[in-house]
């Protein structure tokens, strides 16, 4: 029986490139709930109250999540990041709404992930190709 010839490897790891579109989704993503603290400003009863410190604390976990996309458990992170985010829709609607909307552009972002690892496994990547 003959062995299946190896996939060779891509010249340049996919995976590092991905990593970078999400720590951009993560900033992104800071920015968009940034901007509702002129919301809890006025209508929330001002930054000094649970809901703005709900909203900076959110901001800094998305910031500093952007420092372990290395890591295996970052994905783990990104989801309880998230999970929080749309339970303080009880707290301000607003940003359970970026909650969802932003949940759905992971869910997206992660599948796109699956398929790239599958393509690169099978070695249908552009950058394997001879």
């Known amino acids: ?7 060779p490897a891509p010249k340049k790891d996919p995976m590092k490139s991905f990593r970078g579109v999400m720590a951009g989704t993560l900033i992104l993503e800071a920015i ?5 603290l002129p919301v809890v400003a ?3 009863g001002g930054i000094g109250t649970g809901t703005g410190y ?5 901001i800094v976990a998305l910031i ?8 295996r458990w970052a994905v783990a992170l990104i989801v309880t990041v ?11 609607t607003a940003l359970g709404a970026i909650g969802v909307l932003f949940s759905l552009v992971w869910v ?6 699956r398929d790239v690892a599958k393509r690169m496994a099978e070695g249908r990547l552009p950058s394997q190709q001879s």
């Open 54 to 58: 709900l909203v900076l604390g959110l």
């Open 32 to 36: 968009v709930v940034a901007l509702a």
């Open 1 to 7: 029986m003959t062995e299946p010839a190896p996939v």
């Open 64 to 71: 500093a999540t952007c420092a372990v996309l290395k890591r």
């Open 42 to 44: 006025k209508l929330g």
């Open 82 to 92: 998230h999970v929080v985010m749309i339970a303080s829709w009880f707290a301000m």
């Open 108 to 113: 997206y972002l992660l599948w796109l992930r």
